[in-house]
């Protein structure tokens, strides 16, 4: 069978590769389009393993919410130029949407989930192959609260960082103002009831160690000692606990006296940061001109 250009433009359309990629798997497979397809993803896989070592530490974190059900997910690439891209973006919109009706818990069960025909990993094996970059599937999270209960969210410069909180009592605006302040004040914990003890033990360790150097406090009772020590744990606590910021849109407030005074309150959050964790490539552009040269 000879490859004509609309053979060329359906198989485009069904993969979205390039036009030469969708020839050559044409002529590799006498013009047989199903053939031309697992060709396509064959080639995807063996493009994805190349790239398998690459850092990926851009791309976009997503928020999907319907009723009681909200998806905090993220999937990354190696460059914020990717973030951009057409095909990326639909991607990510229809892997937010598999995420938000299909009750799954890891990310394997995530993976196996259908967008379009094809498994989720399908689609990202796919789509490094046709971009050109390493795609990952990182994470999500699936939180579900009650109807009396509201959800709050907040994305940050085009999928930076996204969060969603679970508000009681409080009207949507408020809740979403709460998610701007999760955002962009990272608290670890809602309040300090929820702060683990590991934090609490760590932190008493460093001020410990503080003290122990600061001579002015020499010979001090101990009693003196542990109430320092019990003060400085205190204000530090306040920058991990969600309630005990300073409320982003009036500093004179609380973010627990913000809830107060709109009746409600917050009782969980969960907040991703893109990239957050990984260890990103450091760039020395004169280096690889250089190595490039020799």
Not at 91 to 120: C, F, R
Not at 121 to 126: C, P
Not at 177 to 200: C, F, G, H, T, W
């Amino acid at each position: 069978m000879s490859v004509t250009v609309a053979l060329i433009k359906q198989l485009r359309e069904m993969t979205g590769a390039g036009i030469m990629d969708a020839k050559k798997a044409l002529t590799e497979t006498n013009g047989n389009i199903e053939e031309a397809v697992t060709y396509l993803r064959k080639q995807g896989m063996a493009a994805s393993a190349k790239k398998a070592d690459r850092i990926a530490a851009e791309g976009i974190t997503g928020i999907k919410t319907e009723g009681n059900t909200a998806v905090v997910y993220e999937v990354n690439a190696e460059t914020d130029f990717v973030a951009r891209n057409e095909n990326f973006l639909s991607m990510i919109e229809e892997i937010g949407n598999a995420l938000l009706v299909n009750d799954v818990n890891t990310n394997e069960e995530a993976l196996a989930l259908e967008i379009n025909g094809e498994t989720i990993e399908e689609a990202i094996i796919q789509a490094t192959a046709t971009i050109g970059e390493k795609i990952s599937f990182r994470r999500f999270a699936r939180v579900v609260k009650s109807d009396d209960q509201v959800f709050g969210t907040y994305v940050h410069t085009g999928g930076r960082i996204s969060a969603v909180v679970v508000g009681e009592g409080i009207a949507s605006d408020v809740a979403n103002n709460v998610a701007m302040q999760v955002a962009s004040m990272n608290p670890k914990y809602v309040s300090r009831e929820d702060i683990a003890d590991e934090d609490l033990a760590k932190e008493k360790e460093i001020q410990e160690s503080i003290l122990a150097n600061d001579e002015s406090l020499q010979g001090k009772p101990q009693q003196v000692l542990d109430g320092i020590i019990q003060g400085r744990i205190s204000k530090t606590m306040k920058d991990f606990t969600l309630v005990d910021q300073d409320f982003f849109m009036d500093a004179k407030l609380s973010v627990g006296q913000y809830l107060k005074e709109n009746n409600g309150s917050v009782l969980s959050f969960v907040r991703y940061e893109l990239g957050d964790g990984i260890e990103k490539r450091v760039e020395d552009f004169a280096a690889e001109v250089e190595a490039q040269l020799k």
